[in-house]
Each structure stands twice: as structure tokens, then as C-alpha cells.
């Protein structure tokens, strides 16, 4: 089945440093992949979409020089939090769709959680 | 605009049937979704439907009325490893998912 990685699963930094996380489709190629956001007991929030070789489409209220996506290749897209606060902590989760077929169902990530101190 | 409603949680006993209604209001539509997610795991996909009718996967089944923007998931010989998120999300004209807030199910033995 079509395997999606997410790298680090967690993530504990300073208030003001930059985090990057990376979500890797393993063994399908995936031309969107997309980035959520999760707060304790809410559901996903869509952050972005990423698009392989073009600018990712950001969802409105969210900062896109704050979250910096960048999908270089079909395998991999990435997701930096820039100058991170405490209220960026949260469980960043990644979907990709296998551009090989003609299915519409996202694949998740195992996810990031992200605590900013 | 665009809506998804689900009930923000339910209880059932171990052995019995529950099921999770979901109604939902998008711009086009391209299938409902559900999915099961596990405390501070990232969700897992249990059922598509884009046509009406019922899906049977399992103990799990999912059924869709495009007319009346309404879908449900029943579980059936519940166990308490079902205890569980459940996320209904509708795919719309863009193919973005758009997602209910989750229904918390409890299993109680």
C-alpha cells in the first residue's frame, strides 16, 4: 500500500528558531501533497497544499513566510516553521495523493509534533 | 460555504452497533470520506463513497445520499480498540477534503 513518512515525528525547540519537517511518499509519486494543522481535540486544518515544481497554495489566515513549503520532487515536499512560538506547537500532519492513479484518497503522514518552548 | 457536521461524541457498550452520522454541505463534490484517528495519531482511512448507496468493508460499513448531503458509518461487534476520532471529510470541486471536527467515539465493556 502507498506508504507516506514524515520526518522528525517529534520536535522540541526554542521560541524563535526554525523548524523544518519533511513528508516523503515512499512508494508512489505524489505531485500534491498536502499540510495540516491539528490542536488537541480539534480536527485537521488544512494549512497549504503543495504542488511539485510550482508555489504551494496557502489556505487563508495562514502566514505563508511564517510556513515555507517547498516540494522539489515528486517524493518529497517540505514544511519549515519559521522564527517558531509557543503557539506553533501543534501536531503537523502530511497527505500526499499518488499521481499514478485515478483514485482521489490522501494518504497520511504518521504526523510531527511540534512543542515550542 | 462549507460545512461538515457530525456529533462531537458518543458512547456505545463493547459487542453492540454505532452509528456516526455526518451531513455536509460543499462547493461540488467528489466523494465522502471517512477516517479513523487515534489519540495524537495521524488519521487512517476507512471508507469512500461517492455513489448512494451502502459500503460494507468488515465491521465497518459506509453509506452516502448525495441527495440529501448525508452519510453515515456504522460499526458493528464494536471492541474497545475502536475507541477512536472518527472524521467524516467531504473532497470538493477542487479535490481538497474539507473536514467535520471528528466524533469522539467511547466503547465502554
Known amino acids: 500500500g502507498a506508504v507516506v513518512s514524515q520526518h522528525p515525528s517529534w520536535v522540541i525547540c526554542k521560541s524563535g528558531t526554525s523548524v523544518k519537517i519533511e513528508c516523503r511518499s515512499l512508494?508512489?509519486?505524489?505531485?500534491?501533497m498536502f499540510w495540516y494543522r491539528q490542536f488537541p481535540k480539534q480536527s485537521l486544518m488544512l494549512m497549504a497544499t503543495?504542488?511539485?515544481?510550482?508555489?504551494?497554495?496557502?489556505e487563508q489566515g495562514v502566514e505563508k513566510d511564517k510556513f515555507l513549503i517547498n516540494h522539489a520532487s515528486l517524493t518529497l515536499s517540505t514544511l519549515t516553521v519559521t522564527s517558531a512560538h509557543p503557539e506553533d506547537s501543534s501536531f503537523y500532519i502530511c497527505?500526499?495523493?499518488?499521481?499514478?492513479?485515478?483514485?482521489?484518497?490522501?494518504?497520511f503522514g504518521p504526523g510531527t509534533r511540534l512543542t515550542v518552548l | 460555504g462549507q460545512n461538515i457536521d457530525q456529533p462531537t461524541e458518543m458512547t456505545a457498550t463493547e459487542g453492540a452497533i454505532v452509528q456516526i452520522n455526518c451531513t455536509y454541505q460543499?462547493?461540488?463534490?467528489?466523494?465522502l470520506f471517512w477516517y479513523q484517528q487515534h489519540a495524537g495519531e495521524a488519521p487512517t482511512f476507512l471508507s469512500y463513497?461517492?455513489l448512494d448507496g451502502l459500503e460494507e468493508k468488515g465491521r465497518f460499513s459506509s453509506f452516502l445520499s448525495r441527495s440529501k448531503g448525508y452519510s453515515y458509518l456504522l460499526l458493528k461487534e464494536l471492541q474497545m480498540k475502536d475507541s477512536a476520532s472518527y472524521l467524516c471529510?467531504?473532497?470538493?470541486?477542487?479535490?481538497?477534503?474539507?473536514w467535520g471536527a471528528g466524533t469522539k467515539l467511547i466503547i465502554k465493556p
Open positions: 512508494d508512489f509519486q505524489a505531485t500534491t
Open positions: 460543499t462547493s461540488g463534490f467528489n466523494g
Open positions: 497527505s500526499a495523493r499518488d499521481a499514478g492513479v485515478d483514485w482521489n484518497e490522501q494518504f
Open positions: 471529510a467531504s473532497m470538493d470541486s477542487n479535490y481538497q477534503l474539507i
Open positions: 503543495s504542488n511539485e515544481g510550482s508555489k504551494a497554495t496557502y
Open positions: 463513497n461517492v
